[in-house]
């Protein structure tokens, strides 16, 4: 019974909040999730939603279709009893079903009008409960098969922009990537790249001025060039944000000097996750190194620290792992931009990173990315 209350409380909450601000937002990505036990879908462009859906038994089926941001208002309304929303540009339609008792819930977004746009067709299914009862797909073949299947044609519900490239079909959900100086501003679209990711851990330095090392992505100081540009522009979007910390130290006095250089550099960002990033042996002791390093760290105030472990060092390097409040391992596979291969060396681990050739809608060359052992986890990891 309570996995039933929450499961509805959550429903009801997303349903509220969703669609917020989609008249202040170009081309976003329309999320399509499934419901298995209620044969219902969901649409959304929070990606953070999408997220939460997903971890709680949602099946994700990818982006549907981008939003327009101009052109003839589609109302939302919503029937109480059943939990089922309906969208339309048909002013007497929503008239008719508010006075019928249905919730005015008003503009859920625009009706695109121009040579980009594309039908969205409403479906309905006189054979499902309501709350499962319509479907909206911009694609025609969908459409035609659900008609053989019963399915009753309700014709053009409006227009939206078409969404020709579907890059995260076959990646796992929540999706997460870890960016820092090598991926230039310059070369991000920040407002795709937001819709196409779930949460995104930046780097923000390598090492500390003891290593006297300086390229395009590094300040000789160890401060990645470009994490203030990263982190803003994500937050901004409303992309949840970790960071992290690839460590150079050579001893326990390095390791806490690092870890305050660290703190100082990215506590104002307040990231949900510090994680500190050991690939190297850089001291004999690494056990006793990333103790300091992440004891330092919750003495200046971090909540969350993690530790991203190398695999080819994991057992060298001996680390406690029971100490930090998460792990994350890479294990690349094949490493063709999909999983793969899964982490040997541990199954003690939140996050596997699972290729650095991953490709996303927003940035054109490669990226790291990486997925969650157990999905639920999304909300520790980059919401608390």
């Known amino acids: 019974m309570l996995k039933k209350f929450y499961g509805c409380f959550l429903f009801l909450l997303v349903c509220f909040s969703m669609f917020v601000g989609v008249d202040k937002v170009k081309a976003s990505s329309m999320y399509r999730l499934y419901n298995p036990n209620s044969s219902e879908h969901f649409y959304t462009i929070n990606h953070v939603e999408k997220s939460i859906l997903a971890a709680n038994g949602w099946k994700y089926e990818g982006v549907s279709w981008n939003t327009s941001n101009q052109g003839q208002p589609i109302y939302r309304v919503y029937h109480i009893p059943s939990g089922e929303h309906l969208y339309t540009t048909n002013g007497y339609e929503k008239a008719s079903l508010v006075a019928s008792g249905w919730r005015d819930e008003g503009i859920f977004g625009y009706s695109g009008n121009g040579n980009a746009v594309a039908p969205v067709y409403r479906l309905y299914n006189p054979n499902a ?12 073949n969908e459409r035609l098969q659900l008609i053989k299947k019963g399915w009753h044609d309700e014709g053009i519900a409006f227009y939206q922009e078409l969404f020709t490239q579907i890059f995260d079909q076959g990646l796992p959900q929540p999706l997460i990537v870890d960016i820092s100086g090598y991926q230039h501003p310059n070369l991000i679209n920040y407002d795709a790249f937001a819709n196409a990711v779930d ?18 992505a590094q300040l000789i100081t160890g401060e990645d060039r470009y994490f203030r540009t990263h982190l803003t522009e994500l937050k901004k979007r409303g992309v949840p944000v970790a960071v992290y910390a690839y460590i150079k130290a050579g001893s326990v006095e390095e390791m806490k000097a690092e870890a305050t250089s660290f703190y100082q550099l990215a506590k104002d960002y307040q990231p949900s996750f510090w994680w500190g990033d050991f690939e190297e042996m850089t001291m004999p002791n690494m056990r006793a190194g990333a103790e300091a390093f992440r004891s330092q760290l919750k003495a200046l105030g971090a909540r969350n620290v993690g530790a991203y472990i190398g695999h080819h060092v994991y057992a060298k390097m001996n680390i406690d792992v029971a100490k930090f409040d998460a792990i994350w391992i890479p294990y690349y596979g094949y490493n063709n931009g999909l999983l793969s291969g899964y982490p040997k060396v541990t199954h003690n681990y939140q996050l596997h990173q699972f290729t650095s050739n991953g490709h996303l809608h927003g940035y054109p060359k490669e990226l790291d990315m990486s997925r969650l052992s157990n999905p639920a986890d999304f909300t520790h990891l980059f919401l608390s």
Not at 129 to 140: E, K
Not at 199 to 216: L, M
Request: aromatic share 6%; hydrophobic share 35%; no cysteine.
């Open 199 to 216: 949460g995104v851990i930046v780097r923000i330095q390598h090492g500390t001025i003891a290593q006297q090392f300086e390229n395009e």
């Open 129 to 140: 409960s309501q709350v499962a009862s319509h479907l909206y797909t911009i694609n025609g």
